[in-house]
Nanobody, 123 residues
């Protein structure tokens, strides 16, 4: 089993920045890829980005490319999501997820999930 714990969410204004963290524990050999998804009220869960734990390769959704950066600290088993130039449409619950294979953009490919952290961006 893999446990994921997100932190760092909050209420900010448009244009501000936030950094989310996702700390992994347990059977972390099953975390070849860590992804961030988000879900806004009344909307489906949306892919944001993923990172390969071993190579550091990353993929981003078009909606966040150039504003968000995913990174990892192997020693701390933690993945970060730096979010800059936040927009009201970034408001959502942000979840990190893990899988034992290459990263994917579809949420159903990930068996391990954190509890989520709320990000609210006011205009």
């Amino acid at each position: 089993q893999v446990q994921l714990v997100e932190s760092g969410g909050g209420l900010v204004q448009a244009g501000d920045s936030l950094r989310l963290s996702c700390a992994a524990s347990g059977r972390t050999v099953s975390t070849a890829a860590i992804a961030w998804f988000r879900q806004a009220p009344g909307k489906e869960r949306e892919f944001v980005t993923f990172i390969s734990w071993s190579t550091g390769n990353t993929v981003y959704a078009e909606s966040v490319k150039g504003r968000f950066t995913i990174s990892r600290d192997n020693a701390k088993n933690t993945v970060y999501l730096q979010m800059n130039t936040l927009k009201p449409e970034d408001t959502a619950i942000y979840y990190c997820a893990a899988r034992a294979y290459d990263g994917r953009a579809n949420w159903s490919a990930y068996p391990y999930w954190g509890q989520g952290t709320q990000v609210t961006v006011s205009s």
